[in-house]
């Protein structure tokens, strides 16, 4: 698990170390899209597919608690109805947050921030919100097969995705 999360927070620090590169602006924008970006998407994917007591109630889409439960009965046809409801609504939720990051660059400018820092955190959060399918169906697809006991799958992913993220970011040093 802590390998996990260590492979995991590799990719924001290759972008970051990269990104740092390029300069103090790019660097700034970076870090105020991965903020915004925190906030207003990976923090409610994972809020969702973890536990919420409203999602739960109307969606029944904690996956944490329903996969568990679910599997501990000998449910495993329960198991993977719970995995394609929480995914379907993970992706329903890439609704607002694509209007949200789409128009990031209006709110930025409206909170205040810089016209160069707002241009380019919108580019880094509309460029950011191609892979958020693909987060949102990992974390699912995480607590999906945690309940079951596995535990490696997510780091053999991740084994394979962090060098290439680091590869691809230091391939943008050259340019």
Not at 10 to 16: D, F, G, I, M, N
Not at 59 to 78: E, F, K, M, V, Y
Not at 146 to 170: D, K, R, Y
Request: aromatic share 10%; hydrophobic share 50%; net charge neutral.
């Amino acid at each position: 698990m802590e390998l996990t999360a260590v492979l995991q927070q590799s990719l924001a620090l290759a972008t970051v170390l990269s990104l740092g590169h390029l300069g103090t602006t790019e660097l700034g924008a970076s870090a105020l899209a991965s903020m915004t970006a925190s906030i207003t998407g990976t923090a409610i994917f994972q809020g969702i597919a973890t536990y919420s007591l409203l999602f739960r109630v109307l969606i029944r889409s904690a996956l944490d608690t329903l996969c568990s439960q679910s599997w501990g009965s000998g449910n495993p046809q329960l198991v993977g109805l719970h995995l394609q409801r929480c995914v379907l609504l993970l992706l329903l939720c890439h609704i607002p947050i694509a209007f949200i990051w789409g128009f990031s660059e209006h709110i930025l400018l409206a909170l205040k921030q810089e016209p160069d820092l707002s241009r380019l955190a919108s580019r880094y959060l509309q460029i950011l919100f191609l892979g958020m399918p693909g987060y949102a169906i990992f974390e699912a697809t995480k607590r999906f097969l945690q309940c079951q006991g596995i535990f490696g799958a997510s780091t053999f992913v991740l084994f394979i995705a962090a060098p290439i993220n680091a590869v691809l970011c230091i391939s943008t040093w050259a340019l």
